[in-house]
Each structure stands twice: as C-alpha cells, then as structure tokens.
C-alpha cells in the first residue's frame, strides 16, 4: 500500500487564524516531507524529516511550523498567513533516512488547498 | 547545482497513439536517480516510472516506458495506447543517490492532453 493521506483536503483561512495540516503514513517510510505547489509549478520543497528529526528547512518563514510527533505523522502549523500562501500543499514520504539505501521514490498525499483570506 | 529541462510546456496526442515527452538533466554526479510523476486535474502526484542511472536497461511500466540517454543527460518518456485518464501534466524529477540526499529537482512540467 503506498498511500499518504492528508486532511482537510480544503481550508479557508484568515491571516490571523491559527490552522494545521495533517499527513498520515502507514508504509514505515523514514522521510516525510512538505512542499508548496502554485498553479501550474512544480511542487516547491519546505521541509524534511527524517527518523523524525528536521533534516531540511528551505528557509521557511517562521509562520509554517512543521512538526513530526511520530514515524507516521507530519504536520504544518500555520499562523499570521499571507495571501500569497495560498496554495496546495503537498505531503510525500519515502523509505529511505540516514543510511537508507535503494527506494528513494517519494509518495505524495492529495494535498491540502490552501486559501488564505 | 542540478537542473532538469522540460522543453514542451504542452503537448496532445489522440487516444490509442503513442506520445514521448522530453526531458533533459544536468549534473555532475555518476548515480542518480530519475522519475517521471503524473498530476492529474484531481491535483495528486502519481509516480509513473523510475530509473536509476546505475542501470543500462530503459525502465518500463506497462504503456509507460523511458528512454535513458545517460551521456547525452537525456530521459523521455514514451506513453503507448494513450487514454483519456493519461491526461495530466507530466513532471520529470531528478534526485542524487545516497543517504541524506533527500531533494527532488523538478522541470517545469509538460501539460498532456489527450484527444478522443
């Protein structure tokens, strides 16, 4: 089963709303990620975790906040957003973390639409 | 730093032939990684196919196969019988081999319609 799931699929938020989005995986992979993806872009790398431990932070403003509470679960605190963070964001996770060998495909979950007001 | 080209920001091909959307990659490195993703209107990245440079053979997943050039940095891929459910945009991502490499360099993407 390779499947990421993510939740809500929609949110609407106020700039000074505090929200957080939620990625969920049950395939045991090591590494999970965040990314932002604008309309028609490829999706843009914000964070990774592996074993659990923020390995890479894009130089994200402070107001995303991710947070890895367990192997199988990643999530996004947003707060004081901007318009322009309106977009969808996607969650992938993948097999590999430190020493990992082989399987370096990542999975993405649907992603969460993102609209900030 | 690597960088993967995407040259067809949009193709179309009728239902049942046979489409091949280009991509091209640049860096210094011998092992790597390279995938095709597909994201369709419903907006989730799907993995179509991937190839590791280490080997010679063209990867192939059912109607989706790559043609690896890995001295001309060159990695098409080739969709046989195309459906209406192929119509997506196509990314081509490049990824180094190796712990700790964990970032994916996208194309920009070449949007595919398919035409019944």
């Known amino acids: 089963d390779t499947e990421v799931t993510q939740t809500p699929k929609h949110l609407v938020m106020g700039m000074t709303n505090k929200k957080s989005l939620k990625c969920e995986q049950h395939?045991?992979?090591?590494?999970m990620y965040w990314y932002k993806q604008k309309a028609k872009k490829p999706p843009e790398l914000m964070f990774v975790y592996s074993y659990e431990k923020l390995s890479i932070n894009e130089s994200v403003p402070s107001r995303f906040s991710p947070e890895c509470p367990n192997s199988s679960l990643l999530n996004l605190h947003l707060h004081a957003l901007q318009p322009e963070d309106s977009a969808l964001y996607l969650c992938a996770s993948s097999q590999d973390g430190f020493g990992g060998t082989g399987f370096y495909e990542q999975y993405f979950g649907p992603g969460t639409r993102l609209t900030v007001t | 730093a690597q960088t993967v080209t995407q040259s067809q920001p949009e193709m179309s091909v009728q239902e049942a032939e046979t489409v091949t959307l280009s991509c091209t990659y640049d860096?210094?490195?011998?092992?790597?990684?390279l995938f095709w993703y597909k994201q369709p209107p419903s907006r989730q990245m799907i993995l179509v196919i991937r190839?590791?440079?280490?080997?010679?053979q063209n990867a192939t997943e059912n109607r989706f196969s790559v043609n690896f050039q890995k001295a001309a940095k060159s990695f098409s891929l080739k969709i046989s019988d195309s459906q209406l459910g192929d119509a997506a945009m196509y990314f081509c991502a490049y990824r180094d081999s190796g712990a700790g490499s964990y970032q994916l360099t996208f194309g920009k993407g070449t949007k595919l319609s398919v035409i019944p």
């Open positions: 190839q590791e440079a280490y080997k010679q």
């Open positions: 395939m045991g992979h090591r590494a």
């Open positions: 860096t210094s490195e011998s092992d790597y990684y």
